[in-house]
């Protein structure tokens, strides 16, 4: 039995045991807990010098086609399952006072965690697809049940149905992918299938509308553009500790997909690379203008997280088999861990700020800063993070993907590849722009007349943020602490 | 022994923001006492010559490698002698301006972020590892000049400084990139053998890589077009607008321009940033004549001072701008933190035609004062400044005439406005109660006026010259033409700032235009909204109306007849999911069979 068997497992067993009575916030807490401790362990353990998977272990589920309950980890998935850890528990530590159905609200949120880390953790496909839909249904009753907004059941349904559709693109992605690789066998398994594909399996052609098909599939899952407009209300609509869990770590199993899917589909990344790149860019810059309109917290985090996914997928886009070193690929998943700890830090402050203060709207908050001193050093922290301020781990991630982008430019004209890299770094000073403007709204300047007192974050809630922030300057600080583990 | 330098003040941050946040006092005597630490270790290297730098690989993918690494020659040996000496001073000094602020904590743990990320600036030996510290040096800045953040002025000169300085860095980015791809390295000492290979295989797009760069030095050094954020700087405490404001932050810029001073020479684009150099500095100078407020007419004489640099820089001359850098460091200190003085005395009163007859009741911080206005007006012979601008002018004078022309013309406006405030501030009658009850400041901001002063008068002696910028400027070799424009500019210009602004209540010759800097700022303002915020309210609309009704509208409606469908029939949401679940299901086992 792996280490990852255990890691998968507790949080599943979590709910068994919540759904026999044991206390749901306590056991939410200690299987998370425990579960962030096995995930430093394995890190420890983990030997960065191997090529491959570590920790596997494999069970035969049926033999034609062969489809086993297989794990493993390679430095992505591990980082990954670092960022699931991490964010799954200050996600259930930070949970707010459930009032009705406790059980089912911390059943769900375990079950989000079970399925992120067996989507990373599983080196079988059909695994991999599996997991990622035994999260989303728990996704699903954690807007409509505890959501806010009068609309919250429409926009329950509606995150569910875009991210089905996008579920069943990706499984016809999948099953394509696969049968083009089946010579010699019908199988999902992942490592089988990599060096199938290595060996030169798949045709030009076919991997130019694989890759297509893939590109939706994980992309809808993403909130690629044009198909983000799921994401904003769903996170405003979604309990704070569901909105971490989903943008932060659950949102990127599609960029996890791609990372895992692209080596293998060279050609059809070149094939494709101009669209892409077009659609990045509507990430980052048409979304970055939409969330410098919005004038509710909850919104400009919602669309701030779309647009940043802009970022990886041009780390993404800019890899390429021809030129180099994998600078954008590895910037890439920094920024993936980066995004995810301070998109989870910031929701779940303004979940905290909901709470206390009843409204998000920008324009009633003001001059919190001499109030609620502490709150407002860590929201500025995640929001200069988020920004992409050196020290922080979006910062080492972006850079990477700026270089990557400049990678084998020698003194001619612009690629679309530069071209893009270019505008990118323009929604970086967008990105500057609102996440000041907010925070100069919420936290500094004068009061507004008649403001109502708010209690600091107390001293219990303080120790999942410090979690997240220290998870950020540690790998901001020292990067190569997460790219040394990191080979594509 | 140099990364103590680095070291030595992101401790003191931490520690001063996390340990002793509650108590001020300890914070500010743990940060003054580590900003001496480094001046020491500054000064020791500067007299040993210390040359040796090492590194280490920050992040790596695959082969490619981002490094921190230091690099210590005579450039950067001198500039952190420079950073320290005067942010220990600044530090001091603070001790007394700051003494009743409720927050002297965190202003000390800012100040030490300030140092730290101004000396990995310095210290940096390649361009990744100077970016870092570029943006940290603007967050430093951005949370002192927002230090009351009660106030709504400070925040928004806070975040104006940020979001000007982000717009300078997204070009600064882009040049990086590009002399990357061109030179194959970041690393300043590496580039150097490859770049001028690049510069002739590929003229024109290494002459837009050039301009790219300075785009972060025209954020950094408040350069036009992006020279707004800095006089609304002004709004932060004033050691703070002395320190960063004034004589190392925003000298950044030009300091960059000397480390990569090779790529500059290496192509016609420089003439251009000469160009927008010598335009600042015009520009800068003559707001200066009509601005009331004390620390506004400083912020425009750096502005012009700076300008200058930039322009010698520009003009292949990066000895002659970092010889000003470190003259005008000293002096423009000096002025501000006089200024503060003056400021504190009054009662937090920043306008001059509210002061006079200063020099009687402030007799040391005239003094000094007197002595920081002498430097920046060039009096000839007793005064650093006259030493460097007179590089400056050489520069222009063997560059391009029409550009010694403009600095002539600045040559003349800076001793008028400096004597129009210095008139204005210390002599004739008080004219309101908080002048005439002005007292001389305590001894802890008194002492470190006096040493700026005797810097002010010593520095640009060749002997400390040659010391702290390892190079030698000879007064001997400057042509007359030069030496007569600069000795006449600073004759005629400040006496005519002396006769008519002599025992004047208010400004006698108020033009409206100049005052409010040719309506820039307004000029700007306008655009932003337009551009920035019409777009973004289009793309709102846009993303809510076609976007969203495209891609998920149609699946909306279709989502509302299902919900509709099992309301009907008396199902809940579960098992709506299954129904989707099922078809996945179906699909996986169809296309096993039959693909």
Redesign the interface.
Known sequence: MSILDIIILLPLLGVLAIAFGAPARITALGVTGANLALGVIAWILFDPSKEGFQFVASRAVAKVPEISYAVGIDGLSLIMLLLSVIVSFCAIWMAPKVESREKLYFSSLLFISAGALGAFCSTDIFFFYAFHELALIPTFFMIGIWGSGEDRVNTAWKITIYLAVGSIILLAGLIAFQSQLSQGGMTFDLITLQQRAADGGIPAEAQGWIFLTLLIGFGILVSLFPFHSWAAPAYASAPAPTSMLHAGVLKKFGLYGLLRFTPMLPEGLETWRNLLLVLLIGNILFVGFVTLAQKHLDGLLGNSSVMHMGYVFLGIASWSASTGEPIGPTGAVLLMFGHGVSIALLFGLAGKLRESMGTLEMEKLGGLGKQIPIFSFLFGLAAFASAGLPGFANFSGEVLVFFGGFQGYQGEGFTNLQWATVLALWGVVISAVYMLRAYRNIFLGEQPDGFKATEDVVLMQRVPCTILVVSLLVIGFYPRLFSDLLTF | MAWLLLILPLVTAAVTALVTRKNGSVSAYISVASVATTLVISVLMLLQGTKDGSSF????????K?NIGLTLDSLSRGMMLIVTFIGTLVHVFSLGYMKGDESKGRYFACLSLFMFSMTGIVLADNF?MM???W??VG?SSYLLI?HW????AP??AA?KA??TN??GD?GF??GI??I???TGSIAFEEMKETASA?AT??SK??GIAVLCLFCGAVGKSAMMPLHVWLPDAMEGPTPVSALIHAATMVAAGVFMLARVSFLLNLTEAAELIAWVGAITSLFAAVVATQQNDIKKVLAYSTLSQLGYMVMAAGLNSTDAAMFHLYTHAGFKALLFLGAGAVIYACHHEQDMWKMGGLSKKMPITFATFAIGTAALAAVPYVTSGFFSKEQILVAAYNGNKMMFFIAGLVAFLTPFYMMRMFTAVFFGKSRTKHAEHAKEVPGVMNVPLIILAAVSIVAGFPLLGKLVLGNHFAHADVPFEVLFVSVATMIVGGGLGFVLYRGKESEPLPIAFVRDKFYLDEIYIAIIRVF??G??????A??HHV??G???RG??S???G??SLFRRIQVG?LQA?AF??G??VI??VY??VF?
Do not use: C, P
């Open positions: 690989t920050w992040i790596a993918a695959g082969d490619f981002l990744a970016f870092i510290f943006e940290l967050v927002g953040f009660t106030r709504n925040v928004e975040k940020f979001l982000r717009i997204f980015m882009i990139l590009m990357w791809g061109m690049a295989a590929h797009m290494f920035q915020d777009v973004a309210y289009v793309s709102k846009l993303d976007v969203d495209i891609t998920s699946s909306a279709t989502v509302n299902l919900g949401n999911y989707l679940f078809v996945g699909l996986v296309l096993l693909a």
